[in-house]
């Protein structure tokens, strides 16, 4: 028995159309060799089997396929390496927010190429001990006056630039991160929707799902995400896959993404003067107020939100991140423990206390941004440094032993804590440039590490993306092979059409003689 007439027509018409469709892929992968973002395509075939359903009995004849079709464009990604490269990428990005922060940072705290803190106290320091070779001699009091008073303004300068760094760093975070957020959310809601209306329309949209990986990549930076892909049935035996993007490793899941729905990020401060954020779900229009910062666990985000708020051993939480406002106290326990141990010495016989230093707000707690000298002093027209204060009967105008007793003071060694007394957590036990050098010091070592652990995040990522390349990525040799392999199918295939052309030629016209 023959084979169905034109079997072997419908063989060859599928060769020919899947080969066909086979180049033009190719040839939509070589035009975007150089687009950016752009995944390497695929036709996905499958072979076509004889249907015998219908046939009442069984035949002992050799049943052949009926060719080959073409079910689908997808794409070369690998979805594990995907997960892996926004992983490194949040780590990448939240060690890079506290490299930049730390190293604006630490130009406060330069006592190197400019003479900051340090100096001063060794210019005040060489000013008590020139006064003892003249005491009460307005001259010499006055330039000790002046070297206190550059002293406390360095303080106020230091402070200022703290406040200044702070600042601006919350700008980054509210005007830059966060805005960048919401507009990275709000473009993969949207894509979502465009995808979906394609999928159902039998359309995989490929380069828009490149778009809106672009996106999620990009969205990896700033928080650490996890991509969820679920199936849905729209009918006629129809799934399409539905993409969801959730803070990783958080339960119950927090969404950012669902997809239409998404949030919008907004920066608040907490009733203890953190930084929250607060959401507001744009699909509904309902707003909730929620402290997630405790959900952050890596990103840009995570990097401002340690910066800003890290106060190390300042709270009694277990957080030790050491942020700019632990550095701050630091500056400000040596401000007040300074202050507070000078003011103290400046008493006369009759225990009456002219004090150097005051607050500008008048607050009894000193810190380095209201330390001032006191207004006494400033306006004082005679002596106000008491050089002795030991009782005697004749003149000691010319004793110093309580000038001394202050110079002592810069050498004294003494306990810094984070509350300025006994009752506080231990900082550091030495003189005040001692605790000043240990701040600077913990600050360059903090940099150290943080440059460390960027370089390792960001060379891991960058070995992953190029795992990720050679695989999504268009290669002009892999695709001029392809070019050459299904050029010669379709040829072949378009030679097997002319065969049987030649066979039913001969069946029909040369038998019949």
């Known amino acids: 028995m023959l084979r169905a007439t034109f079997m072997g027509f419908k063989v060859a018409t599928g060769a020919l159309t899947t080969n066909q469709r086979q180049l033009d892929v190719v040839g939509q992968n070589i035009s975007n060799i150089n687009t950016k973002g752009y995944t390497r395509q695929r036709l996905d075939i499958s072979s076509i089997g004889s249907n015998t359903k219908n046939v009442q009995f069984g035949t002992n004849d050799v049943i052949i396929g009926q060719g080959v079709k073409a079910s689908g464009l997808s794409q070369y990604r690998d979805s594990f ?8 990428s949040a780590k990448v990005g939240e060690e890079e927010v506290k490299l930049a922060a730390y190293s604006d940072l630490e130009t406060v705290f330069d006592e190197i190429s400019t003479d900051g803190l340090d100096v001063k106290f060794t210019e005040l320091l060489e000013q008590f ?8 001699d307005p001259v010499l009091e006055g330039v000790v006056r002046t070297s206190a008073e550059m002293l406390t303004q360095t303080f106020n300068d230091y402070a200022n630039q703290i406040k200044e760094i702070s600042s601006q760093q919350e700008s980054y975070l509210r005007d830059g991160a966060i805005e960048n957020i919401n507009q990275l959310v709000s473009g993969i809601s949207e894509y979502n929707m465009e995808i979906r209306q394609n999928n159902i329309a039998g359309n995989n949209a490929l380069e828009l799902q490149d778009k809106r990986n ?8 700033y928080l650490d995400i996890k991509v969820n892909i679920t199936k849905e049935h729209v009918g006629a035996n129809v799934y399409i896959d539905n993409l969801q993007i959730v803070l990783n490793d958080i339960t119950p899941e927090f969404e950012l993404v669902n997809i239409g729905k998404h949030v919008e990020l907004g920066v608040g401060s907490g ?29 840009k985000v995570k990097g401002f939100l340690d910066f800003l708020n890290g106060s190390g051993e300042f709270t009694n939480t277990t957080n030790n991140v050491k942020g700019i406002i632990y550095y701050e106290n630091m500056l400000n326990s040596v401000a ?20 150097f230093f005051d607050t500008v707000d008048g607050s009894e707690v000193f810190t380095a941004e209201n330390i001032k000298v006191t207004d006494d002093w400033l306006t004082s027209s005679e002596s106000y440094i008491i050089n002795s204060n030991k009782a005697s009967e004749g003149d000691n105008t010319g004793a ?25 957590t231990k900082l550091f036990r030495g003189t005040f440039q001692e605790m000043l050098s240990f701040a600077t010091t913990r600050l360059n070592l903090e940099i150290k590490n943080t440059d460390i652990a960027h370089s390792t995040f960001l ?55």
Do not use: H
Request: aromatic fraction near 6%; glycine fraction near 6%.
């Open 81 to 88: 390496l995907d997960l892996r490269f926004r992983n490194e």
């Open 129 to 136: 001990n020139a006064l003892t070779s003249s005491p009460s």
């Open 214 to 221: 672009a996106l999620i990549d990009g969205l990896s930076n």
């Open 271 to 299: 009733a203890d003067g953190t930084l929250i954020n607060n959401i507001t779900y744009v699909a509904d229009g309902t707003k909730i107020e929620t402290d997630i910062t405790s959900s952050i666990k890596s990103g």
């Open 336 to 355: 007040s423990t300074f202050a507070n141990g000078l003011n103290g010495l400046n008493t006369d016989v009759d225990e009456d206390n002219y004090p």
């Open 400 to 424: 110093t032993d309580n000038i001394i007793r202050m110079m002592g003071k810069f050498s004294e060694i003494v306990d810094f804590t984070t509350t300025g007394d006994d009752t506080g």
């Open 459 to 513: 060379d891991t990522r960058n070995q992953i993306d190029y795992a990720r390349q050679s695989i999504s990525s268009v290669d002009l040799n892999e695709e001029g092979v392809n070019l050459l392999q299904y050029s010669k199918s379709y040829s072949a295939a378009a030679r097997l059409m002319t065969t049987l052309d030649e066979m039913l030629n001969t069946l029909i016209n040369e038998m019949a003689r």
